[in-house]
């Protein structure tokens, strides 16, 4: 079982992760997760703030030189940002400010900024990179590109650059959707035995628990609703890679739609909570989109869920056992899939 949990604050010393169950033998090649963490960082659409931020991080535990070992992982990545905002009771919409406020019993909105902020994903993304370079040597290949932005159903890098300028200019933010994609997935990942166990329901988690993303597809998805059982049989790429909540050996489809980033640079309408009187929520260094950076995320999260499905069916303490019996699983399932 691989699991993983983050801590730290947006603006304390370190975001911490550690990822356990994570197999030994796997070698991460120099630079390579500092070229996620800049992936995420420097995705278009990002903010003041991240010119700040330089991701600078330490791997404390469970490597020997650049290979896993086996045990914990342990990775802390410098916050550089480290002027905490003065406190506030004005929460701002749309953001976990006023429902953390409730929760947590607090007229402080910055405590609850203060972890709610998706600075938290560059150690999901630390974390993830090691998931990604795991698949990247058992041969599964995930990538994720932006296909729409706001209302431009399609984008190419101009046209994307262009509405981003557009929206800046007009204080504005915007929203999108990106694809994930994985090929080279064995078939049986998941399970249909019981509905927490099925692979999308996982996936849906790990991608849902992206913050901003607020909605979810497989393959077809909503589009499939539309279409008749006829002309859906035609299609069997419509379900995305997934059936009966298992890997079927084809390439996995997801997508994702991204809200509007919340933090408006004019600010947004709200109430004290300590005075009850209307006054703007002002967001001075918010991205104008976060559908780049948080598809970035996407694959890191996606990759740590994969993974663990993988060594959920697989077992292996050590990469080569891992590869041993997948290519085994491989063969097996080749001989009945190649003839299909
Ligand atoms: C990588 C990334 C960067 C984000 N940057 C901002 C930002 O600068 N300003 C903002 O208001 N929201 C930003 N968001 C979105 C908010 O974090 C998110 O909308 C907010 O936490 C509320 O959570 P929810 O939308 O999931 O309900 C970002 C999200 C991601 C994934």
Redesign the pocket.
Known sequence: MLRYLTAGESHGRFLTGILEGFPAGVKMPSGYLAAQLRR?RL?PG??A?QAKETDDFEIISGLSGSVTTGAPITVLIKNAGRDLPPPSSLP?P???DLAGMLKYNTLNAVLIRER????E?AARTALGSFALRLHELLGIAINSRVLSLGRLPSITAATAAAELLRARSAGD?LGGVFELSVEGLPAGLGSCAQADRRLGARLGAALLG?????GFEIGGGFALAELGGIEASEYPELSGGLDGGMTNGRGLILRCA??P????PGGAPSTDLKTFKRKLSV?S???TT?VF??A??AEHAAALELADALLEKFGGDSLGELKRRLDEWRKETGRVLGRL
């Open positions: 995420r995705a990002r903010g703030r701002r749309g953001h976990a709610a902020s998706a600075r994903t933010t992206v913050n901003g993303v607020k991204v809200k980033v919340p933090g408006l967001s260094t918010s991205d976060a950076a948080a970035v995320v």
